[in-house]
Nanobody, 114 residues
Framework: QVQLVESGGGLVQPGGSLRLSCAAS????????MGWYRQAPGKGRELVAT???????GYGDSVKGRFTISRDNAKNTVYLQMNGLKPEDTAVYYC????????WGQGTQVTVSS
């Protein structure tokens, strides 16, 4: 069982930045893949970014060049740095982990509005 606890969401103006955090209950070194997904009301869940145990990353096309996923193994935490935020980035952001089974965080709301 892997528990994921997210934080860092909030209200930000267009063009602003936020950093989301996802703290895992076990060492993230042993987790094959972690990532972030997002879901706006009435829409499907969209892949945002992934990071594997070796540090390799991948990004959805809509966030390339603006978002960066990273990890701190000592803190068992994965981060999502979001820069140049746009209103269309407004969504609930979910942390994801896969090791034998898939695990999800509770989600954190990000709202981009002036």
């Amino acid at each position: 069982q892997v528990q994921l606890v997210e934080s860092g969401g909030g209200l930000v103006q267009p063009g602003g930045s936020l950093r989301l955090s996802c703290a895992a209950s076990t060492s993230i070194f042993s987790i094959n893949v972690m990532g972030w997904y997002r879901q706006a009301p009435g829409k499907g869940r969209e892949l945002v970014a992934t990071i594997n145990s070796a540090g390799g990353t991948g990004y959805g096309d809509s966030v390339k060049g603006r978002f960066t996923i990273s990890r701190d193994n000592a803190k068992n935490t994965v981060y999502l740095q979001m820069n140049g935020l746009k209103p269309e980035d407004t969504a609930v952001y979910y942390c994801y982990a896969h090791k034998y089974s898939s695990y999800w965080g509770q989600g954190t709301q990000v709202t981009v509005s002036s």
